[in-house]
Nanobody, 117 residues
Framework: QVQLVESGGGLVQPGGSLRLSCAAS????????MGWYRQAPGKQRELVAR???????IYADSVKGRFTISRDNAKNTVYLQMNSLKPDDTAVYYC???????????WGQGTQVTVSS
C-alpha cells in the first residue's frame, strides 16, 4: 500500500506561481511513476505531468513551458512547480502513483488550485 499526501494548493492571481508537493509513504520504495492530474468542474480528470523513477517526464501540452515536475526519490516526494498560472489552470490537483509490481494505482486526496484576480 502507498499513501499520498498533497500540499501547496491555494488561491493565486493570474501570472502567479504555486508549488505543489506530494509525499508518499508506505511501500513508497516500489513506486514507478509519480505524477499530477487535475480535474476542473464539469470536466474529466486529465494528466498534467508525470515522472518515472529515473526522471523521464511528460507534460500536457497546455502546461508545457509553465509547469515543472520534479521528484526526490530519497524523500519519496514529487513536486509540481506551476508558473505563469492562468484561470484555466483552476482545478483540484491530484497526486498519482503507479506501482507496476502490484498492478496498482494510488491517488491523493486532492488539493484545490484557484487562479483568479
Amino acid at each position: 500500500q502507498v499513501q499520498l499526501v498533497e500540499s501547496g494548493g491555494g488561491l493565486v492571481q493570474p501570472g502567479g506561481s504555486l508549488r505543489l508537493s506530494c509525499a508518499a509513504s508506505g511501500s513508497a520504495f516500489s513506486i514507478n511513476l509519480m505524477g499530477w492530474y487535475r480535474q476542473a468542474p464539469g470536466k474529466q480528470r486529465e494528466l498534467v505531468a508525470r515522472s518515472t523513477s529515473s526522471g523521464t517526464t511528460i507534460y500536457a501540452d497546455s502546461v508545457k513551458g509553465r509547469f515543472t515536475i520534479s521528484r526526490d526519490n530519497a524523500k519519496n516526494t514529487v513536486y509540481l512547480q506551476m508558473n505563469s498560472l492562468k484561470p484555466d489552470d483552476t482545478a483540484v490537483y491530484y497526486c498519482n502513483a503507479v506501482v507496476y509490481v502490484q498492478g496498482a494505482e494510488y491517488w491523493g486526496q486532492g488539493t484545490q488550485v484557484t487562479v483568479s484576480s
